[in-house]
């Protein structure tokens, strides 16, 4: 199965920051890579699908890079109600996987 | 507006089976496949299997194969999973979603609880 690794484990930020997350495939996914945040108690929320096109309703301060392996989300000016934990997944091969994910906490 | 609704929590006994409705509606419930996804307590997010809810073709991840069974009643719109031999480390909060371009829509998770 494809293995998606994301760093770092735990981002510290103040809002208004810059987020960069990353996820790395252990093998090629083309683009079909997706981002998610979920936030305590609820369920995940997708974020950006195909590695660059962003879900409905998401706001442009979210957005995703890359192909192949290495894949970025950024998002561009911390919003309060971005302090979430932040997951990618690939849907490339069966099974589908997901990487470990990343917490973005209030610095 | 999309909507998918799931079952509410559950309590087994190891051995036992338990099965999750998702009821979906704001949709064309076949234009779509639907996964499950659990999430055990304070862990990741694990993808178990998928069902087309056009004909019904299923797929499985292989830690699941022999014991989950994915089902849908198209008269409804809605989708099952259910997960047997249930053993301590299936406790979990387990999800449904629509899986269209990444799983854009999620039901609200349900709990089982598996305990002696």
């Known amino acids: 199965e494809i293995v998606l690794t994301q760093s770092p484990d735990t981002l510290s930020l103040s809002p208004g920051e810059r987020a960069t997350l990353s996820c790395r495939a252990s093998?090629?996914?083309?683009?079909?890579l997706g981002w998610y945040q979920q936030k305590p108690g609820q369920a995940p929320r997708l974020l950006i699908y195909?590695?660059?096109n962003r879900a409905t309703g998401i706001p442009a301060r979210f957005s995703g890079s890359g192909s192949g392996t290495d894949f970025t989300l950024t998002i561009s000016s911390l919003e309060p109600e971005d302090f979430a934990v932040y997951y990618c997944?690939?849907?490339?091969?069966?099974?589908?996987?997901f990487g470990q994910g990343t917490k973005v906490e209030i610095k | 507006q999309v909507q998918l609704v799931q079952s509410g929590a559950e309590v087994k006994k190891p051995g036992a089976s338990v099965k999750v409705s998702c009821k979906t509606s704001?949709?064309?419930?076949?234009?779509?496949?639907i996964s499950w996804v659990r999430q055990a307590p304070g862990q990741g997010l694990e993808w178990m299997a998928w069902?087309?809810?056009?004909?019904?073709?299923?797929n499985y991840a292989q830690k699941f194969q022999g014991r989950v069974s994915l089902t849908t009643d198209t008269s409804t719109s809605t989708a099952y999973m259910e997960l047997r031999s249930l053993r301590s480390d299936d406790t979990a909060v387990y999800y449904c979603?629509?899986?269209?371009?990444?799983?854009?829509?999620w039901g609200q998770g349900t709990l089982v609880s598996v305990s002696s």
């Open positions: 979603a629509r899986d269209s371009l990444g799983f854009d829509y």
């Open positions: 704001g949709y064309t419930f076949s234009s779509s496949g």
């Open positions: 069902i087309s809810t056009y004909n019904g073709n299923t």
């Open positions: 093998q090629s996914v083309s683009n079909y």
């Open positions: 195909d590695a660059s």
């Open positions: 997944q690939q849907r490339s091969k069966w099974p589908v996987t």
